[in-house]
């Protein structure tokens, strides 16, 4: 019994190493924007543009802060050389049914990013670097080129793969179960296209998720969007033709801003062909709620589903999250809330719940 209960907590102390809980997207939603007007990496996240910046000191911080003459920070220490950065640091509390209460402190992330624009608004070198916790990691680092008509675009080397919803929640299920987020990027190609209201991308990686090649099997992810000024929609494909198994993922998404309410929405469904005859189908969902009621104050509700097996039954899982986020000033920001899990009654970590206050420190 006590080996169990250690096993338990060991386990919930590895899942919640994911589990911050924000999504940047309905920021887009609710300004009626593409992920790529706040962000250098056109597919979202990351450094972000002057724009992205100026935004976050003038519009989501309750009380804004004089720069004097120089104006508010925009990234960019030049016209070749933009940095950034973001750090979360939080406390953690988790009960697990008929286990022992575990409480925690802990640095979730501090990551630093940096662009060389070696031709201005053409061709550039990002990296994404992530030094804590633990070791030094690289995340991303691409060759970007712009077409001179910034319609369209190539990166090459180590990137985020396009899927869905950009969220910065690596844990929640959309992300978790499609292994395409923003724990596992790959390296490869990318092309991408934009339209006033159109935007796609196309990649091309080992399907390693930044991992030596073992075969020459090759993994295509692809994303098309239309937006709008109060909604938007889209879907994603991806393929991994793997020695160990294929893997199929589709998916559709979508946001939505009524009144001061921004949603979003998103199902995806993933088939992996291990040996044969046991492919396996998988299910996962999200539908959350963001509502700015004062200015620097948002709340978040969020709703996730996870089929496991769709051949098994009763054997699914949910999560329901709520969670209060606010920022006090430019780039400083505080999360307080909980989230409960639900899932077979056999598995207690299944059915836990965390409350987790969060210190989010970017620019």
């Known amino acids: 019994m006590k080996r169990g209960a250690v096993v338990l907590i060991v386990m919930a102390l590895g899942a919640l190493a994911s589990r911050a809980t924000q999504a ?25 543009t002057a724009f992205g910046n100026t935004y976050a000191q003038t519009q989501i911080a309750q009380h804004a802060i004089d720069f004097g003459e120089g104006g508010p920070w925009t990234g960019a220490i030049n016209r070749f050389l933009s940095v950034g950065a973001d750090l979360r640091a939080d406390a953690t509390l988790t009960k697990i049914p008929g286990g022992d209460t575990q409480s925690e402190f802990d640095l979730q992330e501090m990551r630093v990013y940096l662009q060389l624009n070696a031709i201005p608004n053409r061709l550039a070198l990002y990296a994404d670097q992530r030094f804590a916790p633990g070791t030094s990691s690289n995340l991303e680092a691409y060759a970007k080129l712009w077409f001179a008509d910034r319609r369209g675009y190539v990166k090459a080397g180590q990137m985020y793969l396009p899927f869905g919803l ?45 991992a030596p090649e073992q075969d020459d099997g090759k993994q295509w992810s692809a994303k098309l969007e239309h937006v709008r000024s109060r909604w938007r929609a889209g879907v994603s494909g991806s393929f991994n033709d793997s020695a160990i198994g294929d893997r ?79 920022t006090p000033w430019p780039f400083v920001q505080l999360r307080v809330g909980g989230r409960r899990y639900d899932g077979i009654p056999q598995n207690a970590l299944q059915n836990r719940t965390l409350f987790i206050a969060e210190l989010h420190a970017y620019f």
């Open 24 to 48: 940047e997207p309905y920021l887009a939603v609710k300004m009626g924007l593409k992920c790529a007007v706040c962000h250098e990496n056109p597919t979202g996240g990351g450094l972000r």
């Open 166 to 210: 950009r969220l910065e929640d690596d844990g929640a299920f959309v992300r978790q179960v499609t292994g395409l987020n923003m724990t596992t990027p790959d390296k490869g190609v990318e092309v991408g296209w934009d339209s006033a209201y159109w935007s796609g991308q196309l990649a091309l990686t080992n399907g390693t998720a930044g």
């Open 248 to 326: 199929r993922a589709i998916g559709a998404f979508a946001g939505l801003r009524t009144g001061p309410v921004a949603w979003l929405g998103e199902v995806d469904r993933i088939s992996d062909a291990g040996f044969p005859g046991a492919t396996r189908e998988l299910w996962a969902g999200l539908v959350e709620a963001n509502w700015g009621f004062l200015r620097g104050h948002n709340l978040k509700l969020s709703f996730e589903g996870f089929e496991p097996d769709a051949d098994v039954p009763e054997d699914e899982q949910s999560r329901l999250s709520l969670l209060w986020e606010y």
